[in-house]
Each structure stands twice: as C-alpha cells, then as structure tokens.
C-alpha cells in the first residue's frame, strides 16, 4: 500500500495558477503510475492528468495545455502545475497510483485524501 498526501490547493482568480504536490510513501514510487484526478460538488470524479514510470504524460482535454504533470523519483512526488485556471477547474483534487498511466480510475490502487481548489472568476 501507498500512502499520499496532496498540498497545494488554495483559492485563486480566474487566470492564476497553482502548483500541487503529491507526496507518495510505503512503496516503490518509481514502479508505478501516478494520476491526478478531480471532483466538483455534484459531479462525478473526472481524470486530469497521468504520468507513467517512463515519464509518458496523459492530459484530459479540458486541461491539455494549460496543465503540466511531472513526477520526481528521488523525492517520491508528483506535482501537477496548474496555469490559466478557470472557473471550472474547481474541484477537490485527488492524487492516485497505479500500475498504468490511464484515464480509468479504477486501474489506480491507492489515493490521497484531497485537496481543494478554488478559482474564481
């Protein structure tokens, strides 16, 4: 089992960015996938981001270009730099490992509890 902190989250302005940290412990990070995934009040959890253990990057569509995921082995985190945030990027989000870097929630093991974002317009 991993366990994972997210940090990072905070209230922002439309256009603002953020960085979140995604601090892993308990197994060998640099085996696994790391995702990042995202849940606003009333919806359904939605994948964000996805970097495999060979640094291949996966990006929703409604991120892509504005969101960067990077991961560093040697300090077992992952981040996902946010910029030209909007409205509806907020949302709690959630770090996740698995054994692939893909969209499905369910391929991921182990979960963070959440940090929240907020951006207003």
């Known amino acids: 089992q991993v366990q994972l902190v997210e940090s990072g989250g905070g209230l922002v302005q439309a256009g603002g960015s953020l960085r979140l940290s995604c601090s892993a412990s308990?197994?060998?990070?640099?085996?696994?996938?790391m995702g990042w995934f995202r849940q606003a009040p009333g919806k359904d959890r939605e994948f964000v981001a996805a970097?495999?253990?060979?640094?291949?990057?996966l990006y929703a569509d409604s991120v892509k270009g504005r969101f960067t995921i990077s991961r560093d082995n040697a300090k077992n985190t992952a981040s996902l730099q946010m910029n030209s945030l909007k409205p509806e990027d907020t949302a709690v989000y959630y770090c996740?490992?698995?054994?692939?870097?893909?969209?499905?929630?369910?391929?991921?093991?182990?979960w963070g509890q959440g940090t929240q974002v907020t951006v207003s317009s």
């Open positions: 970097i495999s253990r060979f640094n291949g990057r």
């Open positions: 996740a490992v698995g054994p692939m870097a893909v969209t499905f929630a369910g391929n991921y093991d182990d």
């Open positions: 308990g197994r060998i990070f640099s085996s696994y996938a």
